[in-house]
Structure formats: C-alpha cells, structure tokens
C-alpha cells in the first residue's frame, strides 16, 4: 500500500451518524477481490438517482446534485469528515477500499467501528479520533467556508487548520509505523523474506519428500 506521512487536502463534511459500510458501498459491488475499482460506486445509492450494477458505466448515470460529494465545492476532497459510529455494519473490507480508490487518505470522526477502523489501517486510510467539540467545530468551518483545508501530519501527530492551530491526535505505534512504511500485511511478511527462503531450502534438504 501507498505510504502515508503528510498530506494537505481540501476537506469534505459527510454530516450523518452511524453510516455503514453498505451505505458505503452497497453488496452488490462486492463480487471483486481486487483494491481497486470501487470509487465509483463509494455511497451509490446517496450519489445516484437510480440502482446501480456491477460492471455498469456511470459515466452517464443521473446523479443527485443534494448529496455532498456531488457538490462541486468538493471535487478532489481528500480527507472526509465524519460523525460518530463512521463505518457500522457488516466487516466488508471493500469499505476502506472504496474510499481509498474514491481519492480520500484521511477519516476524521469522534468514533468509528472497531473492524472498519481496523480496516483502514491495513489499507492505507488513517481514520482520525477527536473529541467531538473539536469535530463539531471543523464541521462548521467546512460547511462554512468553501475550499476548507487541513494539513494531516502523521509523523508529528497534528492536524494544522487554516488558522495555524495544531490540533494533536494518537494513532497507535505500531499502526502509525505500518502506514509511514506503507506495510500492509503481505508488505509486513515480505520483511523477513530472506529468513522465509532459508527456511524453505533447509526444509527441502531435511524433508525433501514433501517437494516430490
């Protein structure tokens, strides 16, 4: 996965509590296995006037000009403010995937559900956690202000706003270490690649029947 360190994003406000990850991307998008190709259906059902399918163009689908993402104050958002509960529902790690694929980096929220937290980290999302007063705040200065950015630092642990206050934030150790790194799980394994191959070869000079 990319590595995260620094970003400076414009910022969109998604306002609704407890959204879940089949609001996030509906079921019917979940045939693929692979990371990439979900953005466009990231909150279908919300962007869309009609159902979308799998394998659909949407390039000539009716949108609905009231959702946010459609607005075009927002266009390129890459950090998304959220309200409490962000992420509820079933553990689909196709969530985190389409928010990535959809161009976002940062999740900032008062909470988020424990497996889709969890879910970000190992994809390359860094899902933020402030107390709610301060949400609450960004919140206004996004809906008020068009073209509200914020600067995300993980390796000094601050969020800087417009009007040069740093907001701190925590982020697990080893988590905030993966993402500066850009270790996903196979990317963690793959570090001991050279201890992998000489465990193989002596298993094939000790048992060598069970490479027959």
């Known amino acids: 996965m990319n590595p995260f360190r620094k970003l ?5 406000p998604m306002d609704r509590a407890n959204v879940d990850t089949d609001a996030i991307i509906p079921k019917q998008f979940l045939k693929s296995i692979k990371r990439s190709g979900f953005g466009p259906n990231l909150f279908d059902e919300w962007r869309y006037l009609d159902v979308g399918q799998p394998g659909q163009d949407n390039t000539h689908r009716p949108r609905n000009p ?17 309200r409490d509960n962000f992420g509820c529902g079933s553990s689909r790690e196709h969530a985190p995937w389409a928010l990535e694929d959809f161009g976002f980096r ?3 929220g008062p909470s988020f559900a424990d497996i889709f937290f969890n879910n970000c980290f190992k994809n390359g ?18 809906l008020g202000t068009e073209g509200y950015r914020l600067s995300v630092d993980l390796e000094a642990l601050t969020i800087t706003r417009p009007d040069g ?6 982020v697990d150790p080893f988590r905030r270490e993966c993402l500066l790194n850009g ?4 990317g963690l394994t793959l570090r001991h690649a050279d201890k992998i191959r000489e465990y193989e070869a002596r298993r094939r000079i000790e048992q060598p029947w069970l490479f027959a």
């Open 66 to 82: 009231d959702f946010v993402l459609n607005q075009p104050r927002y266009q390129g958002a890459q950090i998304l403010l959220t």
């Open 8 to 12: 400076d994003g414009l910022v969109a």
């Open 183 to 186: 270790w996903d799980d196979i």
């Open 106 to 108: 940062v999740l900032i």
């Open 125 to 142: 999302l860094l899902p933020i956690k402030l107390d709610a007063a301060e949400v609450e705040w960004l919140f206004a200065q996004c």
């Open 165 to 170: 206050k740093a907001i701190p934030f925590n």
